[in-house]
């Protein structure tokens, strides 16, 4: 092929490539043990990155060098680090690979199309040739004893958190294990990676804590001091939050928040285990506070059971659930009532608020809240057919947002 029409079909099918680029992440499943908020940025970067360094290959003739590749092997190594595996990080790049070139190759014709062939030998060197580099970066790292003090420490949350004997710590003086803590779950609501990085690496630098990632989000095992119940810690993990969940601290479920008011971008529920023993127990509160807190969209980030006692009640419900959401199933075409009977509800059964944050009359709330009794059995303003009422609301909602302690 000419030089010049090469040039031109490797810059029309780079175009193409760089549009399908945009596409992988929606496309590529996401890292099973890793929250995928936290890696989206690091994920968009890195697929970036290796789309330009591949047709510079392309171009050139001329391998990318290690210092070309060294960002792309440092997001790799990121997420090795967090704690996903080195088989999982690779499988990326080659499923990466092949999503791209598909998406390319579909549109491609005539000289594009005998490029791409032509170039598919290249495409394998280069892939070889990368995952031999975050491979090798890896074994590096793994001999490195702060790595390997991390993978310690991970392996502690885990055996803490499942309720296994960690008889691997007995005699490790680098390690120290109390036997109390404060338990935070947190789970992510859409912020972006960088977002959830930076707030994981602020939690990750108190002394002394225990964090293990999932898909959702993380927990963390903060260290309970002598004569501490818990106070002072939470007060410890709330200065690192951002500003928000600081003044949520002060705050309780009964709180009034402005209708508008958006949910937090992450929520994190917190319990206290007086003992070892206890952890597993507690940690399967503090998940379900973390998750009442994002399902039910919550203001305040900080989810303390003495603040969602009502909430934790139907949530740990468990098979009685869908039984009570299915009281407001009769509202399901009628969003008027809906509405009315959330803002009814929200402002603490005033009818007089709800028709001021509606902005219609008080009898039209009045009449609405007629109709919800009339549809559903139960009236609004008997204090037992509200509670009721109430609690389908919320029973509602976990079961819409897919709610799993």
């Known amino acids: 092929m000419h030089a010049r029409l090469r040039d031109r079909t490797l810059e029309e099918l780079y175009q193409r490539a760089v549009v399908a680029r945009a596409e992988f992440p929606a496309l590529a499943p996401p890292y099973p043990k890793l929250p995928e908020s936290l890696v989206t940025s690091g994920f968009e970067r890195g697929t970036a990155l290796n789309v330009d360094l591949f047709f510079e290959f392309l171009r050139t003739g001329v391998p990318p060098s290690p210092e070309d590749t060294a960002e792309v092997v440092q997001i790799a190594l990121s997420r090795i680090r967090d704690g996903e595996t080195l088989e999982e990080v690779l499988n990326r790049y080659s499923l990466g690979a092949e999503l791209i070139w598909s998406r390319v190759r579909e549109t491609a014709h005539g000289p594009e199309r005998e490029l791409l062939d032509d170039a598919a030998i290249s495409l394998l060197r280069y892939i070889t040739l990368l ?80 964090l293990r990632l999932d898909s959702g989000g993380w927990t963390a095992l903060l260290p309970l001091h002598s004569g501490d119940d818990g106070t002072a810690t939470l007060a410890a993990l709330a200065a690192r939050l951002p500003g928000p969940g600081r003044l949520a601290l002060g705050q309780t479920a009964q709180t009034e928040q402005p209708r508008s008011a958006a949910p937090a971008p992450f929520w994190v529920g917190v319990a206290t285990a007086v003992s070892r023993a206890a952890i597993p127990e507690v940690f399967a509160e503090a998940r379900t506070l973390a998750e009442l807190g994002r399902c039910l969209g919550r203001p305040q980030p900080v989810c303390r059971r003495a603040d969602l006692m ?96």
């Open 131 to 210: 995952t031999t580099r975050i491979a090798t970066a890896c074994v590096q790292r793994a001999h490195d004893p702060r790595w390997e003090l991390l993978e310690r420490r991970r392996a502690i949350a885990d055996a803490l958190l499942t309720g296994r004997d960690p008889v691997e710590w007995a005699g490790e003086p680098a390690v120290a294990v109390p036997d109390a803590f404060l338990l935070a779950a947190f789970r992510l609501g859409s912020a972006r990676g960088g977002d959830t990085s930076e707030l994981r690496h602020r939690i990750e630098a108190i002394p002394g804590v225990f």
């Open 310 to 405: 009502f909430e934790y009640t139907v949530a740990a419900g468990g098979s009685a659930r869908p039984g009570l959401a299915a009281v407001l199933e009769p509202l399901d075409s009628q969003t008027v009532l809906t509405e009315t009977l959330d803002v009814f509800v929200d402002t603490g059964f005033n009818q007089l608020a709800t028709a001021r944050l509606l902005n219609v009359h008080r009898n039209t709330v009045t009449y609405r809240l007629a109709r919800v009794h009339e549809l559903t059995g139960l009236d609004p303003h008997r204090p037992t057919d509200a509670m009721t009422l109430s609690a389908a609301r919320i029973a509602r909602r976990l079961e819409t947002a897919c709610f799993a302690p």
